[in-house]
């Protein structure tokens, strides 16, 4: 059993009772594990609510979300929270980390809130540090990182979890074209050496280049899916 | 312990924000401390000059005497009642009295006066009369003589070593007469008692109202007199139902009522100080939650549960309120026993107005511990109650409105 992500029939509708804005409307959408695919389409296209949706952070109106088997739009908000603190790692657009922390205390975070003992921990920082390629700078303050090594931390904390798949809401927005690839490649290289699953966000090209799925949404429709990796797909009318 | 850790981190996320709320509490808790051990500091030299003008802070009578001063309710003074008294450990000082009344006489003039006979020396520990001569010198215990009071000697228009004439009803209806040196001269701050008091030695008291060994009052000092109810109680119950053990307050309700008042309208000042400290407080708060709406949603999404949220939070403001009230209350015990030491003096008119009424014209502060205690308890309980607005915002976060930008 490899499917990860199992969206059924979400819509997410805003102005109920004045003029309805469909910001999700009948998607469905199937993502296996090892998935490295991306979510395309234009400024309001639904992108960021889709991934919210996915993520538990918001309910759909209709419809219903399965991760791992398991419908997340009938826990409660507390257990959605453990949900996916346990199961999902997040990477958001910018302003990612705890300016208070060091990039290190950052990604232990996440450890520290599942009650992961100290010795466990370092290990586990010290392997995520050196697949991000930043064992140096462990003991920094984002503020003295670049965008860049920023969102790579970002991952890494994503990671800290070892969860079922990790979401990226426009994890390149930010960042020079350097900084993107050097991102990316990392992301590639998690994706193919440890068989993470990457669903992201994204209208920018270099990201879209590299993504193996790509899942274009138009006013919050899915209007093409195509796939390296087979998924069952709904394409919405057009 | 990683959730203080982060607090307090956090905490100096924004420096100048936390050093101007902690300075805002450091002043405050000052202020506050200062007017509060001001206060207590006033009222209690108030209460010290009150008594130390006649009455004592306890005095024990037979019973029914308050209510009606005669002879008649005098008592037997006896060794063993003040060693019962004195068993007492907060009784510094324990003098005798016998208190009638009295008509006073010079050539052709006459008024009525208040006879106190007095244990010279035992008095003067408690009342401080010796002080109060302004003319003359004063008692011993074998004087035949008396102390008048100012007012009195000038309507009499006598002076030291002139003769005084007592008649008066003596005990058990016996007459009372009797001529005596005036000795001295004594001025009190209560016009009441400046203006019929005389003082003699108790024997002559004794002798002159026919009362051989009786007396009226014990009248007692004490060392500590915060507990002036549990004082009295402890008194009265090895006296027995004879005596009627009573405190300053009892004697004297009209300045109890006036420390009560002016308590009163020192809470409001108390007030205002607060509500500046939960300003500084609620600003920080608020402007803490503004900043980092973002930061705990995304906190929130990631997985962090926001009940550890809420306690992150009161970490942080309970952080900020204790420094700023630990470093008010070090701050403030120097001032307090500075202000103890060398209390503010009052000048000019006002001065001489308290002077006039017997008071010193000196405000000097309490460095009673509980205030500064109980300062530090009050800040910390209104950071507390402020920090519920934060808790009540992470309770309604949205992580998804909070990380809309």
Redesign the interface.
């Known amino acids: 059993m490899n499917t990860v992500i199992d969206a059924h029939n979400v819509s997410k509708v805003y102005n109920r009772e004045t003029v309805p804005v469909y910001a999700i409307n009948n998607v469905h959408l199937h993502i296996e594990k090892g998935e490295f695919a991306a979510l395309v389409g234009p400024s309001g296209s639904g992108k960021t609510t889709l991934l919210?949706l996915i993520?538990g952070?918001?309910k759909p109106d209709t419809g219903s979300v399965f991760i791992n088997e398991l419908d997340i739009t009938k826990l409660s908000a507390?257990k959605l929270?453990?949900f996916?603190?346990?199961n999902i790692g997040?990477v958001?657009q910018s302003?990612?980390l705890?300016?208070?922390?060091t990039a290190k205390e950052n990604v232990e975070l996440?450890m520290?809130?599942?009650g992961i003992e100290k010795s466990v921990r370092d290990v586990r920082v010290q392997q995520l540090f050196r697949q991000i390629e930043m064992s140096d700078k462990m003991d920094v303050r984002p503020a003295q990182l670049s965008g860049g090594q920023q969102q790579r931390v970002a991952v890494a904390?994503?990671l800290a979890?070892r969860p079922k798949f990790v979401l990226a809401d426009e994890p390149t927005a930010n960042l020079d074209s350097k900084s993107a690839f050097n991102l990316l490649d990392i992301m590639t290289k998690l994706n193919k050496e440890e068989h993470i699953t990457f669903l992201f966000s994204t209208h920018d090209q270099r990201v879209i280049e590299r993504a193996r799925r790509i899942i274009t949404l138009v006013d919050g429709r899915i209007v093409s899916d195509t796939a390296a990796v087979s998924t069952r797909h709904e394409k919405a009318d057009v | 312990m990683w959730l203080i850790k982060m607090a307090w981190k956090n905490m100096w996320r924004n420096r100048s924000r936390t050093a101007i709320t902690m300075a805002a509490i450091f002043f405050a808790v000052i202020l506050s401390v200062i007017a509060s051990s001001l206060k207590d500091g006033i009222f209690s030299n108030l209460v010290k000059n009150v008594v130390s003008f006649y009455t004592g802070y306890i005095q024990i009578h037979k019973k029914g005497f308050w209510d009606e001063q005669t002879l008649d309710n005098s008592f037997k003074s006896s060794s063993k009642t003040v060693r019962l008294i004195r068993g007492n450990k907060n009784v510094t000082a324990v003098a005798s009295r016998l208190e009638s009344f009295a008509l006073a006489s010079s050539v052709n003039i006459t008024k009525g006066c208040l006879v106190a006979g007095i244990e010279p020396e035992k008095e003067n520990r408690i009342t401080f009369l010796e002080k109060k001569v302004i003319q003359g010198s004063y008692l011993l215990d074998t004087d035949y003589a008396v102390l008048l009071s100012q007012g009195l000697a000038e309507r009499l228009k006598l002076t030291t070593n002139d003769t005084v004439v007592l008649i008066g009803q003596g005990y058990h209806g016996a007459t009372a007469a009797g001529k005596y040196l005036v000795k001295g001269i004594v001025k009190f701050g209560s016009p009441d008692l400046n203006s019929r008091t005389l003082f003699m030695p108790l024997a002559t008291a004794q002798n002159f109202y026919n009362a051989d060994s009786m007396i009226t009052s014990y009248v007692l000092s004490l060392r500590n007199t915060n507990n002036l109810q549990g004082i009295r109680s402890q008194l009265g119950e090895p006296l027995g139902r004879d005596f009627e053990v009573m405190s300053w307050e009892e004697m004297m309700p009209e300045v109890k009522q006036h420390i009560q008042t002016d308590s009163s309208n020192m809470k409001y000042v108390q007030g205002i100080l607060y509500l500046l400290i939960c300003f500084g407080i609620f600003g920080t708060l608020l402007m803490m939650m503004v900043e980092r709406k973002f930061e705990m949603g995304m906190l929130v999404s990631i997985g962090m549960k926001k009940s550890k949220l809420i306690i992150l939070l009161l970490y942080e403001s309970v952080f900020t309120v204790l420094v700023g009230c630990l470093l008010g209350i070090t701050a403030s015990i120097p001032l307090v026993y500075y202000l103890n030491r060398h209390p503010i003096k009052m000048g000019g008119e006002t001065a001489k107005v308290y002077e006039r009424f017997g008071f010193e014209a000196i405000f000097p502060t309490s460095t009673e511990v509980s205030i500064f205690i109980y300062q530090g308890i009050v800040v910390l309980i209104i950071g507390l109650l402020l920090s519920l607005y934060p808790m009540y915002k992470v309770i309604r976060l949205d992580p998804v409105t909070a990380m809309k930008r």
Do not use: E, W, Y
């Open positions: 919210n993520g952070l918001d507390n929270i453990d996916r603190l346990k997040f958001f302003f990612n705890i300016p208070v922390l996440i520290q809130l599942q904390r994503a979890s």
